[in-house]
């Protein structure tokens, strides 16, 4: 049974970084796809950044230049580096790796 994993979100002031990790167990191996999303209170959920099996890279136009996909096809692990946080980036973090969904990670951007 597949099974996602998020991890590494939290408290941050604004203008700090945190690392998003996202990691996927029974079955997955090799390449993968993947992409992040998050959802805000009272909003719909939205693509932050997406990773193609070529390795081709989409950002939303609200994080481009901050925000950083990336993978480990050994560890089966996917991350998303996210630099100079604002207020607006609190929300939950989703991840999804070839289809399969994670619970998400809360992320908060507050003093």
């Known amino acids: 049974q597949v099974r996602i994993v998020e991890s590494g979100g939290g408290l941050v002031q604004p203008g700090g970084s945190l690392r998003l990790s996202c990691e996927a167990s029974?079955?997955?191996?090799?390449?993968?796809?993947m992409s992040w999303h998050r959802q805000a209170p009272g909003k719909q959920r939205e693509m932050v950044a997406s990773?193609?099996?070529?390795?081709?890279?989409k950002y939303a136009a609200s994080v481009e230049g901050r925000f950083t996909i990336s993978r480990d096809s050994i560890k089966n692990t996917g991350y998303l580096e996210m630099n100079n946080l604002k207020p607006e980036d609190t929300a939950v973090y989703f991840c999804?790796?070839?289809?399969?969904w994670g619970q998400g990670t809360q992320v908060t951007v507050s003093y």
């Open positions: 029974g079955g997955i191996s090799g390449p993968f796809a």
């Open positions: 999804t790796q070839s289809g399969y």
């Open positions: 990773m193609s099996l070529g390795g081709r890279e």
